[in-house]
């Protein structure tokens, strides 16, 4: 049988939050591939191959997935949220192009999913209504003044900042220095939100303003919101307000 290599995300944790294109492939996996902890969010099915790894080794889980492919099985390789956005695509087609070249000739596909950034934004309103853009805070794969560039570069374009991976226990201090950067550029009111566990039961959303932003509050779960000079906050009596950003940029029409 001719194998086929799927790359998938499960979305940010609910099962109503996985796509069903993404359901269907698994179902039809003979080998799962990914990072221990999303595999544990897939369905366990009689006769599936599990390969979990650890998070670290990105390239290497992809090499293994097209071997497994190149073999003749199905194979699904699983990220969280969606496979494009920080996580396995990139590093199976970096394989591919660095790899095997009868790899090129492999059924590839994606199956996009929910990423993190989207159930974030769901849980507080509709901040990303105007222009946005991701950040990643991690340096393991780029240099810290690399993202200190594109921070600046965000702020000074008033893009809505949504940061992906804020912290960890290698690096306490960034999301702090990341701060910094940014009130040096934006007004001390920019709303800040800390998404912890979107879209699923356990989500927490602490709210503050990016002249009280406490580092703290962000871990490897959290996704962190930072408003554009646009972003707006509409109270409501004993619930936190809703955010959003105005698709407009003269701001609240009359
Ligand atoms: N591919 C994933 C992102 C991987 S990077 C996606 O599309 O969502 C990992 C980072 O994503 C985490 O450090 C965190 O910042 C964010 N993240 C993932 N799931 C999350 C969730 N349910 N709630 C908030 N942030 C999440």
Redesign the pocket.
């Known amino acids: 049988m001719t194998g086929s290599l799927v790359v998938v ?1 499960t979305g ?2 609910k099962a109503e939050l996985m796509t069903p294109a993404t359901t269907t492939a698994l179902a039809l996996a003979t080998d799962l591939v990914g990072y221990g902890p999303y595999l544990d969010r897939v369905p366990v099915t009689r006769d599936q191959c599990r390969h979990a790894s650890d998070n670290r080794v990105e390239l290497d889980r992809a090499r293994h997935a097209l071997t497994l492919a190149a073999q003749g099985r199905q194979v699904v390789v699983v ?5 494009g ?3 396995m695509a990139s590093a199976v087609f970096e394989a591919v192009e660095t790899g095997d070249p009868a790899w090129r000739a492999l059924d590839i596909r994606v199956e996009p ?1 929910v ?2 950034m989207l ?2 934004a769901a849980e507080v309103g509709g901040p990303l209504g105007g222009d946005f853009c991701a950040i ?1 805070l991690s340096d393991n794969l780029k240099a810290w003044t690399t993202i200190e560039r594109r921070l600046r570069a965000a702020a000074e374009a008033d893009f809505v900042i949504a940061l ?3 912290a960890s226990r290698a690096r306490p201090d960034q999301l702090g220095t990341a701060f910094d950067l940014l009130r040096a550029i934006k007004s001390a009111e920019t709303p800040v939100l800390f ?6 039961a356990e989500t927490k959303v602490a709210m503050t303003t990016l002249a009280a932003a406490d580092p703290a509050h962000a871990d ?4 962190v919101l930072v408003g554009a000079s646009t972003t707006r906050l509409v109270a409501r009596e004993g619930r936190s307000p809703w955010v959003y950003t105005p698709r407009s940029e003269r701001g609240v029409r009359p």
Request: charged residues 10%.
């Open positions: 995300g940010p944790g990220s969280g949220g969606d496979p956005v920080f996580a999913g990423t993190a159930a974030a990643s992906y991976n804020p998404v912890r566990a979107a879209g699923t490897m779960r959290t996704l």
